[in-house]
């Protein structure tokens, strides 16, 4: 008879074959989305060639849908390898704010501390909350209903004016927190909230993050405790407990935020050098960039005939128009098929600057389209 574990395996086996017999390119939206994909891989983590992020993408999608078969499976929780500090898992005294990123099957983090019996507040998005947030109740409901478990499961929506001092009172009531600290599409900065968010290293660029779980941390004397979720190459989903980050009583607010968070993303660091292919978090990324300051230098050396400066641009063919994207600053122009055309036959054609005009080929060349 075969194991929960065989069982299992089996189950994603079949998520996999179903989604190999999708054909992705015919998926309303696939192209965009893959090059925002591409140009966020390439921003953050520009050892991967360029050659690897169509299959790198391809592997998140199946990722992605592992992930949804975990919330629906009552089993998966009970799969998981503990590995690194496992104790801080353990039920204690102290509330704690587990924090994690969006890589592996990262939803089974608050299955399997509910599990082992603490009260837990997870904080999420609304949009999240409202597309997720149900599936999420009902898999608690259904863990105590099948354990017996009595203790307390709350979720907090990260966007209510109130967020803050709902989780400081949970939080000194003795309840734990669980938040996704590589945030999500409705948490990104928008204007006005400078004051929410401060930068740190994250591989090739700055990202900004919000403060809230360094403050909450030092507001309530909580330790901070790393965990990332990854599956393994066999299917068994992983979470790596992280040693944790104290607050330092009377200590300076903002220096401990600062410190904490940067801590946070340099725990994340090599997981995601590992395992790449599991972060949902390329989706998104280029919303929390800091700004890079406009740089030149891409020149063609040696010859007279421009050529497309595909490090920068992609050309995306959409049914509506052909689409020029910038990688480096995000931004996309709607070109016609004549300019479409023309850049993609740089190398056939004696003067560009004829063909095109003295005007369009200036600002082709200051945008670096064509150098």
């Known amino acids: 008879m075969p194991t929960a574990r065989q069982l299992y395996q089996q189950e994603l086996i079949r998520c996999r074959e179903h989604f190999e017999r999708v054909d992705l390119q015919k998926e309303r939206g696939y192209l965009m989305k893959f090059t925002t994909f591409s140009a966020n891989v390439e921003n953050i983590l520009p050892s991967i060639p360029r050659r690897e992020h169509e299959m790198m993408f391809k592997k998140l999608l199946l990722q992605q849908i592992y992930t949804t078969f975990d919330q629906r499976c009552l089993t998966a929780g009970d799969l998981v390898e503990l590995r690194g500090v496992q104790d801080i898992l353990k039920l204690a005294n102290e509330p704690k704010i587990y924090c994690t990123y969006h890589l592996g099957s990262y939803r089974l983090l ?26 999420m109740t009902e898999h608690i409901d259904a863990l105590r209903e099948k354990h017996g478990l009595t203790n307390v499961f709350r979720i907090i929506e990260a966007g209510s004016p109130s967020a803050g001092l709902s989780v400081l009172r949970e939080l000194k009531a003795g309840r734990s927190l669980i938040v996704y600290v590589d945030g999500s599409p409705e948490t990104a900065p928008e204007p006005g909230e400078e004051d929410k968010f401060l930068s740190v290293r994250f591989g090739h660029r700055q990202v900004l993050t919000r403060k809230g779980v360094g403050f909450l941390s030092h507001a309530a004397g909580v330790p901070i405790v790393p965990i990332v979720s990854y599956r393994d190459s066999d ?126 080929y200036s600002e082709l060349m200051e945008m670096e389209v064509i150098c």
Request: hydrophobic share 35%; charged share 25%.
């Open 110 to 135: 608050t299955s399997v501390l509910f599990r082992k019996g603490v009260d837990c507040v997870l904080m999420v998005g609304s949009n999240m909350n409202r597309s997720q947030g149900g599936d």
């Open 235 to 360: 299917l068994t989903n992983v979470l790596h407990c992280l040693k944790p980050i104290r607050p330092i009583r009377n200590s300076d607010r903002d220096m401990y935020c600062q410190e904490a968070m940067q801590q946070l993303y340099d725990a994340f660091w090599p997981f995601l050098n590992r395992y790449p292919e599991q972060w949902e978090g390329w989706n998104y990324i280029h919303s929390f960039l800091e700004p890079e300051k406009a740089r030149h230098g891409f020149f063609k050396v040696g010859s007279d005939r421009p050529i497309f400066n595909e490090d920068r641009y992609s050309i995306c063919d959409l049914e509506q128009a052909p689409i020029l994207f910038d990688r480096r600053l995000y931004q996309t122009y709607e070109i016609t098929d004549d300019l479409r055309d023309l850049l993609t036959s740089l190398n056939e054609i004696d003067s560009v600057e004829e063909v095109i005009g003295h005007e369009m």
